[in-house]
């Protein structure tokens, strides 16, 4: 007998990767439920060939899932979730309404599965732009300890959702067929929607993602940094983010620079990520081989590359981190998370619910 799993918002950039994933999964299936806002009633979406009506988002839409994938913005989180775990389900939430939750564990499952076993109802996919550097010095990590992180990320419009693809594509064709001059390109969106001001992301780069918090860095890099911390289970570790908007549509790539707490042999290094779960070692400078986002793209690995010994600091590292912002950033970490629910066997009713009805 397999599980009832649902898919909230369905319909979105991340929610169609979702059926995608699950189309692949080993998690044992006996339904998918497509759920989205009243808008997209009645539509049909294909899971392996069968069209499945979409269904709204309610109170009671949740009766009967073993497991709910939330990818529908952190409004419709705050609101629903707490149903879907009182009807008995386990949420895999991957927005960051939960993320910083204490009760909520904050999971990659490669790095630190373990912290679903006391799971009571709840658990939140990281940002899509930690994820993958978490995959990437986890095993670093493990064997020489992290002192410091310090990150410059690249990401790709689709972080923004489909609406900044558009806009994007738009902007190209208005500036290379139209002949607009790029400052004057048509802008709505980027770098964030609830901001005052928007600028063209085409043939540009926004050191901004998400609305500016009070000590001047963005929602984007705190999240980066209290999510490394969270996960890594070490608030001792120091890390600073700069994340930057890039006309790229899909795939996110990171310059990292770290400090270890013991000398680390750069030969080891490269070893420890080749050698570890979904993790890729691109790095033959020799041959110009190295992650690229392009090459990214449908693939669920994160790929690291450029590593290389910092010219004056003893312990520092620099590398290269690129990943599928859409599937490993997102879809594919959530359904991974579903997964690894099944494997410790920890999909059942929640026992205590320790969450707000709204």
Same mark, same amino acid.
């Given at each position: 007998m397999g599980y009832t799993v649902a898919v909230v918002g369905a319909t979105g950039a991340v929610g169609t990767q979702m059926i995608k994933m699950l189309e692949e999964t080993t998690l044992p299936l006996d339904k998918v439920r497509l759920l989205a806002s009243a808008r997209s009633v009645g539509k049909t979406l294909t899971f392996k060939g069968q069209e499945i009506e979409i269904e709204e988002t309610t109170e009671t839409a949740f009766e009967g899932v073993d497991?709910?994938? *939330?990818?529908?913005?952190?409004?419709?989180?705050?609101?629903?979730?707490?149903?879907?775990? !009182? &009807?008995?389900? /386990? #949420?895999? +939430?991957?927005?960051?309404? *939960?993320?910083?939750?204490? +009760? /909520?564990p904050l999971v990659v499952p490669e790095v630190n599965a373990h912290a679903m076993d006391a799971h009571k109802g709840i658990?939140?996919?990281?940002?899509?732009?930690? %994820?993958?550097?978490? #995959?990437?010095?986890?095993?670093?990590?493990? $064997?020489?300890?992290l002192d410091r992180i310090i990150v410059s990320t690249y990401q790709a419009v689709s972080g923004a959702g489909a609406t900044a693809i558009q806009e994007t594509l738009g902007q190209l064709h208005e500036a290379v067929v139209d002949g607009v001059d790029p400052k004057h390109l048509t802008a709505k969106i980027l770098p964030s929607g609830g901001d005052k001001k928007h600028y063209p992301i085409a043939?540009?780069?926004?050191?901004? %993602?998400?609305?500016?918090?009070?000590?001047?860095?963005?929602? @984007? @890099?705190? !999240?980066?940094? !209290?999510?490394?911390? !969270?996960?890594? =289970? +070490?608030?001792?570790?120091? #890390?600073?983010?700069?994340? /930057?908007? /890039?006309?790229?549509?899909?795939?996110h790539s990171e310059s990292v620079y770290i400090e270890t707490i013991d000398p680390a042999p750069i030969s080891d290094v490269k070893e420890a990520i080749a050698n570890f779960p979904g993790a890729v070692? =691109?790095?033959?400078?020799?041959?110009?081989?190295?992650?690229?986002?392009?090459?990214?793209?449908?693939? $669920?690995?994160?790929?690291?590359?450029? %590593?290389?010994?910092?010219?004056?600091? =003893?312990?520092?590292?620099?590398?290269? %981190?690129?990943?599928?912002?859409?599937?490993?950033? &997102? &879809?594919?970490?959530?359904?991974?998370?579903? @997964?690894?629910?099944? =494997?410790?066997?920890?999909?059942?009713?929640?026992?205590?619910?320790?969450? @707000?009805?709204?």
């Open positions: 497991i709910a994938l *939330f990818s529908a913005g952190g409004g419709t989180s705050a609101k629903f979730a707490p149903y879907a775990v !009182k &009807a008995g389900a /386990v #949420v895999v +939430d991957n927005t960051s309404y *939960f993320r910083q939750n204490p +009760d /909520v658990i939140a996919c990281p940002n899509c732009s930690t %994820i993958q550097m978490m #995959v990437a010095l986890e095993p670093i990590r493990q $064997r020489w300890g043939f540009n780069a926004l050191p901004q %993602i998400d609305l500016f918090t009070d000590n001047d860095y963005t929602y @984007e @890099e705190m !999240k980066m940094t !209290k999510e490394t911390k !969270k996960i890594m =289970e +070490d608030d001792a570790i120091k #890390v600073s983010a700069t994340c /930057v908007r /890039v006309p790229v549509l899909s795939g070692l =691109e790095d033959d400078v020799a041959n110009q081989i190295y992650p690229q986002a392009i090459n990214a793209v449908g693939r $669920r690995e994160t790929f690291v590359g450029r %590593i290389r010994k910092d010219l004056d600091a =003893e312990n520092g590292i620099h590398m290269w %981190i690129v990943s599928d912002n859409l599937l490993k950033g &997102a &879809a594919w970490n959530s359904v991974q998370i579903a @997964e690894s629910l099944h =494997e410790r066997g920890l999909v059942r009713p929640t026992k205590e619910l320790v969450f @707000e009805l709204k």
